[in-house]
């Protein structure tokens, strides 16, 4: 891992007036939660189109079963996983005022669990399940107890419960959609962690933080303007932003560079 872009981006942190994170599977590979795309990742050993939105309206209970086929599988812990040195390194960033927030396309509440207290999350969250007619929201313990006499599992309201992550095909929630959009418009630097960038619409994000997406052109194609922005990515391997989007790629295992970075903040912050 290349040390002086770990001490460049230490600079652009403390530099920075309004710094943002944006986070994918991979900060919580180290936590045994598997990513999707990597080999060995979730898309290899379960079929994708599972959790298409129309899938589970068609047949919500084939969709519970391969949840239950998940949660038992011992390789998919992301019920009981623990937040790792990148959760916790982030949750430090924000507690000493330089993370403002983090964006996560995670759904399993680590970066909550690492003491993260400004956490968008732009696909929901898989500890919880709400009632399609009523909305009131589960806890996946109480979801797990009603899965053992019925599937799909039912509200009180008789309606059925769905994941509380959003599925392909389902409209992000307008909340944090809008506050995303917002703080990567706002922000002067973005960290985008662990992800493959790929999935729309949270790949726009870095884009619009760079002041690079179509978002900005206004009337007459003139952009609109950004105040100077950074992007820094921290990833294993490059991605379709590295050298296109981001200013540079910190490449290397998350939880070994957001450690590293941590411990210079902290050596400067004495
Ligand atoms: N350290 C650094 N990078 C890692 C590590 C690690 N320990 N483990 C994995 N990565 C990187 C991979 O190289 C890859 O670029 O994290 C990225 C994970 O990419 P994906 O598996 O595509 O996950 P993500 O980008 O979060 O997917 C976005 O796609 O399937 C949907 O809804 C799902 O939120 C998810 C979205």
């Known amino acids: 891992m290349e040390s002086r872009l770990i001490d460049k981006t230490v600079e652009l942190l403390l530099e920075a007036e309004h710094v943002i994170v944006l986070t994918g599977a991979g900060i919580s590979t180290e936590s045994g939660v598997p990513d999707f795309r990597s080999p060995g990742g979730i898309w290899e050993r379960y079929d994708p189109t599972m959790f298409f939105i129309e899938r589970f309206l068609i047949n919500p209970g084939e969709v519970w079963r391969c949840m239950l086929d ?3 599988s011992r390789e998919f812990s992301l019920w009981d996983a623990r937040p790792n040195v990148g959760h916790q390194a982030l949750a430090y960033l924000e507690e000493v005022g330089i993370v403002r927030t983090v964006i996560t396309q995670n759904i399993d509440n680590l970066h909550q669990k690492a003491g993260s207290r400004n956490v968008i999350e732009f696909h929901g969250n898989l500890l919880f399940a709400r009632c399609m007619k009523c909305r009131r929201k589960y806890g996946y313990e109480q979801v797990l107890i009603d899965l053992q006499t019925r599937v799909p599992p039912r509200c009180r309201c008789g309606g059925i419960l769905k994941p509380d992550a959003i599925f392909f095909g389902e409209a992000i929630p307008e909340e944090a959609m809008r506050r995303s959009f917002n703080e990567a418009e706002d922000c002067d630097l973005m960290l985008v962690i662990g992800t493959s960038a790929q999935v729309e619409p949270a790949a726009s994000l870095p884009l619009i933080a760079k002041g690079m997406s179509s978002y900005f052109w206004g009337a007459g194609n003139i952009p609109l303007p950004k105040r ?12 379709s932003l590295t050298g296109h989007v981001s200013d540079f790629l910190v490449q290397g295992t998350t939880g070994e560079a957001l450690s590293l970075i941590e411990e210079k903040v902290r050596r400067r912050k004495g």
Not at 228 to 239: F, G, L, Y
Request: charged content about 20%; glycine content about 0%; overall charge positive.
């Open 70 to 72: 998940m949660h038992s």
């Open 228 to 239: 100077r922005s950074h992007v820094v990515e921290i990833n294993r391997m490059p991605t």
